[in-house]
């Protein structure tokens, strides 16, 4: 395995190196998680999975994935959730007007209560 050095800027940020997130498979807008070692000398970066398959999901499993991600959202500091708003909001600007959805998940026919 090759040392590779990158320098932490003065916001705290650092690029992942092309050659690791390649071979990791890190791609634009995966969602990381970083955990700090028990020395406190090393953090290991995982890709975490918000939703599995979103379309397919029952209302419940989506409620769930919905309650995750506020966790997610709350648990970051103020900058990192401005951050994330901004990223979130050009996101959904991308998204053709039919696929974005506002108020709770409609329930299909299948999921409906007898």
Avoid: H
């Amino acid at each position: 395995m090759k040392k590779l050095l990158r320098i932490l800027g003065k916001r705290g940020r650092i690029t992942i190196p092309f050659e690791i997130r390649q071979r990791v498979g890190f791609v634009y807008n995966d969602v990381l998680s970083f955990t700090e070692s028990e020395d406190g000398r090393s953090v290991v970066i995982r890709r975490e999975k918000l939703c599995d398959d979103c379309r397919g999901k029952t209302v419940s499993a989506m409620a769930d994935d919905r309650t995750m991600l506020l966790e997610l959202l709350d648990s970051l500091p103020t900058e990192l959730k401005k951050a994330a708003f901004v990223q979130l909001s050009e996101s959904l600007g991308r998204l053709p007007k039919r696929e974005i959805r506002t108020g709770p998940p409609r329930i299909r026919e299948a999921e409906t209560p007898m």
